[in-house]
């Protein structure tokens, strides 16, 4: 039965071969959970952050590990930027067959207290970024009549919380533009995902500031990023006579 696992294992990283998987804000956690994943299965992995140099650690992973890896450093709310890397990805790498958008942006604050410069800053890193990236991934898409898009959602993107005005807007949008390519996409055999993801996740930010709930990680109280990962991966693996499109995410005690 090993053998029989071992055999299957070999033959989906050759399908995958070649093929990249594209993340944008491949971050310490759940960002670099998914480029992982995604390397393990055989993707040729590009990451992005703002920063490159915040890369270089997961790129030796994946590589330390078998995989192939690549780090750009970017920004998704330049459009010259998002154009350009794509571009490169497609010319000089491969067919992006896989992406994945995971910018977070979310900072509380009273209405009362919010800047108009920090809420269209959330709303540019959460939605517009979003928006830029699909666009150009969906155009190359297209024209094969193949490829997954996944956006990480959350759920400010279901209801809006106190002090929670500029991120809820910004997620909101986000799922709404989901939803919208969905409908366009589907049909041309581009499978549009949306994850909420609904609860504190296993990271040093959590741990180190709100460790009252970090405690729950022994409980499985709190995400686990690689987990998280695994989800991701099934759904640019689905049949598409049974694709999903929004997906939950949520520890077995969130209220919700």
Not at 25 to 53: E, H, L, P, S, W
Not at 145 to 162: D, E, H, K, V
Not at 193 to 199: E, F, K, M, N, R
Not at 201 to 206: C, G, K, L, S
Request: hydrophobic fraction near 40%; include cysteine; charge should be negative.
């Amino acid at each position: 039965m090993s053998d029989d696992l071992n055999q299957l294992q070999d033959m989906s990283l050759q399908k995958n071969q070649n093929k990249v998987a594209l993340i944008i804000g491949a971050g310490d956690a759940t960002g670099g959970a998914i480029a992982k994943r995604f390397a393990q299965g055989g993707y040729i992995t590009c990451m992005t952050r703002r920063n490159v140099d915040k890369l270089k650690t997961l790129v030796n992973e994946i590589e330390q590990q078998g995989g192939k890896a690549y780090a750009f450093g970017s920004d998704a709310r330049k459009e010259e930027q998002v154009i350009q890397l794509i571009e490169e990805i497609e010319s000089n790498i491969g067919e992006i067959d896989v992406m994945v958008f995971n910018i977070g942006a979310n900072v509380p604050c009273s209405i009362l207290e919010e800047t108009a410069r920090k809420y269209f800053k959330i709303w540019e890193m959460a939605c517009f970024g979003a928006f830029l990236v699909g666009r150009e991934v969906a155009k190359r898409m297209v024209p094969r009549q193949r490829g997954t898009i996944i956006f990480t959602g959350a759920t400010a993107g279901l209801r809006g919380s106190a002090y929670f005005a500029a991120f809820a807007g910004a997620k909101h949008a986000l799922r709404a533009l989901a939803q919208s390519m969905a409908r366009e996409l589907g049909p041309q055999n581009i499978h549009v995902a949306h994850v909420v993801v609904d609860g504190a996740i296993d990271t040093e930010f959590i741990e180190t500031t709100f460790p009252e709930i970090y405690a729950k990680k022994s409980q499985d109280g709190i995400l686990n990023p690689e987990h998280i990962a695994e989800n991701y991966w099934h759904l640019a693996q689905q049949p598409r006579d049974a694709w999903t499109h929004e997906l939950d995410l949520r520890p077995w005690m969130e209220k919700w």
